[in-house]
């Protein structure tokens, strides 16, 4: 009876897609979908030609956007998209903080395929993406890109800071990682402790010990040196053959 109460609850909406976005939507092994229901708390339903939204009403608007932005990014990489955000709103809304990056840190921020930026999503629970189209102008003389930071207030302000001390340490070297220690000293590679090489020459037997025969060697009779079926190497004449006496 609960869960048939809670499904009553629960409303339904839908976003058109083109066949080209469901796949980007749906991420590799359904990883951006799973992405933005941990988030948005909405269900997703990604059909051939549209995502059906299933959840509470402030659910499926925050999952809305999150959509709308998450194909905005495909269209920045150069996808088609008729889901256009407008930033100016955005930085309105009162569970969006921003953060201009210079665009030296924007990579490391990032890390590989965007990693690093949806491990720290993970870790504060909030949705974070990049103005791409526009570039700003940073500190400085540097040019800047805008960071968007959504999700609520504490969260918002933890991700800021990790993501302010990753900046920091790539700019200037200060602090910390972007996860939140310095990153690890590599170990020195094996081929520095290599044994220096003998000053007689690389093939100079005297620089090693002598090695032991191998098994059976004593028992091998030695080839001869004039071929294998050369009769010189026999002690006994061929057959039908006598030994000439020596001439005197």
């Known amino acids: ?9 629960n409303e339904r909406d839908a976003i058109a897609l083109d066949s080209s976005a469901t796949g980007y939507l749906l991420g590799r092994g359904g990883a951006t979908k799973e992405r933005l229901a941990n988030f948005t708390g909405c269900r997703l339903e990604i059909g051939h030609s549209k995502v059906e939204l299933i959840g ?32 100016a709103d955005l930085e ?28 720290m999503e993970e870790k504060h629970h909030v949705f974070m993406f990049f103005d791409n189209d526009r570039v700003r102008q940073g500190r400085g003389s540097s040019s800047a890109k805008r960071l968007y930071v959504l999700g609520s207030r504490r969260d918002r302000e933890l991700a800021l800071d990790e993501c302010r001390e990753a900046v920091d340490f790539k700019v200037n070297g200060r602090g910390a990682g972007p996860r939140g220690r310095p990153p690890a000293r590599r170990s020195p590679s094996p081929r520095r402790f290599r044994r220096s090489p003998s000053p007689r020459g690389r093939y100079d037997r005297r620089s090693e010990s002598p090695r032991p025969p191998p098994h059976g060697y004593y028992g091998r009779r030695s080839p001869s040196p004039y071929g294998r079926y050369d009769h010189r190497r026999s002690l006994s004449p061929p057959r039908g ?8």
């Open 56 to 87: 509470s009403r402030e659910s499926i608007e925050l999952a809305q956007l999150c959509v709308k932005i998450t194909l905005q990014q495909r269209t920045q990489r150069g996808g088609a998209n008729d889901h256009d955000i407008d930033y």
């Open 1 to 9: 009876l609960v869960a048939a109460h809670m499904s009553s609850r």
């Open 241 to 248: 053959r006598s030994r000439s006496p020596p001439r005197a």
């Open 92 to 119: 309105e809304r009162s569970d969006v903080d921003t953060l201009d990056v210079e665009t030296e840190a924007v990579g490391f921020l990032l890390g590989a395929k965007g990693a690093t930026l949806r491990q």
